[in-house]
């Protein structure tokens, strides 16, 4: 069997360094970057980390507005598909990249696995949200990362066969936090002790797009009851730069501005923050696995186990529930195993094995 993969996004990055070496032990992949994140800071530094094959074929489609970026990733990505002969296409998550993916595979008659397939935040104004609806649709194989994945796919009638595999992120985020303790030295070099800052991630489009929101997000840095270390992200700090706010937050003297992190880094602070502020997936998720607080910055999540188990808080950009949120004393007692173990990659492969026998009878 040959499966195509795509990927653009640094989450996808992640995702994809769990399992295209285990996929390659058994079938041919080629491995296709849109070029969605084309920053090396956003790319490069997570395939050497994360010792990821090299991409086959780079379809360089920068950074252009989200259906000129769409359009555009599938009149690159339709003919190596087809060149390819491929027997799937495999997609990872949310993006513009997972949708162009899609919907290129269904337009040449491919057969579709969406790996993080059925995660829903039931809030349809998050473009992410659209693109899994559309994706999981389009699917002929949905691997999930949650039982929750599972029964919302089942609750939408979707027409594939859908499985329980674990979260891949999760498989690679085990993996590494041990490794990033011992090799990153950026505590130090930020001037931090573990235990005693927080870390911040905001990129949504719903906080930093609309200029309102994002002076919100500005007034709740502003508030911070700690030390901080904000890795900003090119899309927040071009916002900031053009809603001219970009000097009251390089003037907060407890909060660290920093370029975005490569893994190990960004890791290493996350797995020794006193908590979490983000309103990113895969963050709120890899504090659960590093037993780190959480305070998302969104009205909803995907990842409604980290909330009832009540180690993440749903906060918006509503500064007094985030410093309540902040102030709590304690963690909660109960840590279970979420999201599968570190073996996701392994049941992806397994997966594929059993659908593509099916589907070959
Ligand atoms: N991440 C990183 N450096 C940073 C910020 C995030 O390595 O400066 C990693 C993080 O550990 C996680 C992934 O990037 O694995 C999350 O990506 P992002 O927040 O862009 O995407 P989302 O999960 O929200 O789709």
Redesign the pocket.
Known sequence: MQVVTLVG????F?KAAAVSKLLRERYGELLVHSGQ?YDS??SA??FEQLDLPAADVELGIGPVSGSDQIGLIMHAFEPILRDAEADAVMVY???NTTLAGALTAAKVGCPLVHVEAGMRSFDSDMP?ERNRVIVDHLASLCLCSTATALENLAAEEIRGRSELVGDV?AD??LAMMPVARERSNALPALGLEPGEYLLV?A??AGNVDDPARLERLVELLEALPAPAVF???PRTRVRLETGGLLDRVTALERLKL??????????CL?SNARAVL?????????AYLAAIPCVTLREATEWVETVELGWNVLVGLDRAAALEALARNGSPREHPELYGGGSAGQSVVEAIERWGGANTQ
């Open positions: 996004n640094r989450p996808q992640v994140h800071s956003l530094v997570f998550g949310d993006t992410e992120m690679v985020s991630t990129h949504r890795p900003v992200h920093t370029p975005p992190l490569g893994y190990i880094d960004f890791l996350l983000t309103d990113s997936g895969g963050v709120q998720k890899e």
